[in-house]
């Protein structure tokens, strides 16, 4: 196990269903097969709930996003050496990281991939896609691995914690992002809101990371049902910030074309 206790920092070894470090600190293994490593989880909800993860869920079964998760895999395998050690940092439920882990594991069996969520829930729902991948709970801004242990590490719209991020690779490891074109929902966003807008990308200078590829990946999706339509708009932020009357532009929508549009990013650190 590479992941470290969140109170001393020492090694985790797995034994009778739990994790414990050598001073002690014990970590039940859930029926799900991941660990909390969460400190201070016991009270509230955090990050994504049941619902959105449901809903995130929901729309990528219709395979809308497939050629954003074959794409990054593709980048893995491009930039990422045999018998690697790779990190999701921010895995949400898990479907990138379970396209990115299957397309290592055809190639090496001897991959690790390692994940992790703040959100319970969307761990779970990792856990259960796909048996071969290290999930814990924990946060990016306190990543429980060593200093210099992950070869690549991948982010897919997932707040970026860079001074962890550059940590846990190692001299010359990669770091392979995924975030929205300016593009991205366009078609979306003019049916909720009077004024829509396009993305802003910003700089994709980053410190300690010198940038090594730069892609574009752009589509139109066709959803061709009510239920693609409502499942893509609760699995944005969008339908967390939008008021009920904009809201109900949506009401009764059986269709719509809508841009897929993302920028991916692979760094190498320096």
């Given at each position: 196990?590479?992941?470290l206790?969140?109170k001393?920092?020492?090694?985790?070894?797995?034994?009778?269903g739990?994790?414990?470090?050598?001073?002690?600190h014990s970590?039940?293994?859930a029926?799900?097969g991941?660990?909390?490593?969460?400190l201070?989880?016991s009270?509230?909800?955090?990050?994504?709930?049941k619902?959105?993860?449901?809903?995130?869920r929901?729309?990528?079964a219709?395979g809308?996003y497939s050629?954003?998760?074959?794409?990054?895999?593709?980048?893995?395998?491009q930039?990422t050496?045999?018998?690697?050690?790779?990190?999701?940092?921010g895995s949400?439920e898990g479907?990138?990281?379970?396209?990115?882990?299957?397309a290592?594991?055809?190639?090496?069996a001897?991959?690790?991939?390692?994940?992790?969520?703040i959100?319970?829930?969307?761990?779970?729902e990792?856990?259960?896609?796909?048996?071969?991948?290290?999930?814990?709970?924990?946060?990016?801004y306190?990543?429980?691995?060593?200093?210099?242990?992950?070869d690549?590490?991948?982010n897919?719209f997932?707040?970026?914690a860079?001074d962890?991020?550059?940590?846990?690779?190692?001299?010359?490891g990669?770091f392979?992002?995924?975030?929205?074109?300016?593009?991205?929902?366009?078609?979306?966003?003019?049916k909720?809101?009077?004024?829509?807008?396009?993305?802003?990308?910003?700089?994709?200078?980053?410190?300690?990371?010198?940038?090594?590829?730069?892609?574009?990946?752009?589509?139109?999706?066709?959803?061709?049902?009510?239920?693609?339509?409502s499942?893509?708009?609760?699995?944005?932020?969008?339908?967390?910030?939008?008021?009920?009357?904009?809201?109900?532009?949506?009401?009764?929508?059986d269709?719509?074309?809508?841009?897929?549009?993302?920028r991916?990013?692979?760094y190498?650190?320096i």
């Amino acid at each position: 196990m590479l992941f470290l206790c969140p109170k001393c920092k020492n090694k985790l070894v797995e034994k009778d269903g739990c994790a414990i470090c050598r001073e002690g600190h014990s970590y039940d293994r859930a029926k799900g097969g991941y660990y909390n490593l969460l400190l201070g989880s016991s009270g509230g909800v955090h990050g994504d709930n049941k619902d959105m993860v449901l809903a995130r869920r929901e729309f990528l079964a219709f395979g809308f996003y497939s050629p954003l998760a074959e794409k990054l895999s593709s980048l893995v395998l491009q930039y990422t050496n045999e018998c690697c050690v790779l990190l999701d940092a921010g895995s949400g439920e898990g479907y990138y990281t379970d396209f990115v882990e299957r397309a290592l594991h055809e190639r090496d069996a001897d991959t690790n991939v390692l994940a992790f969520d703040i959100s319970k829930d969307a761990v779970r729902e990792l856990a259960k896609k796909n048996k071969r991948i290290s999930a814990v709970v924990a946060g990016s801004y306190h990543i429980p691995l060593p200093d210099g242990s992950v070869d690549t590490v991948i982010n897919t719209f997932s707040p970026l914690a860079l001074d962890e991020t550059r940590r846990v690779l190692k001299s010359g490891g990669r770091f392979i992002m995924a975030i929205p074109g300016e593009e991205h929902l366009y078609e979306l966003k003019a049916k909720i809101y009077d004024t829509p807008y396009k993305n802003t990308v910003a700089d994709t200078a980053i410190r300690g990371f010198k940038l090594i590829s730069d892609e574009s990946l752009t589509y139109i999706m066709h959803l061709n049902s009510r239920e693609a339509v409502s499942s893509l708009f609760m699995m944005t932020p969008y339908a967390y910030r939008t008021s009920p009357e904009n809201k109900a532009r949506l009401a009764g929508l059986d269709s719509l074309e809508c841009t897929a549009d993302f920028r991916l990013f692979v760094y190498e650190k320096i």
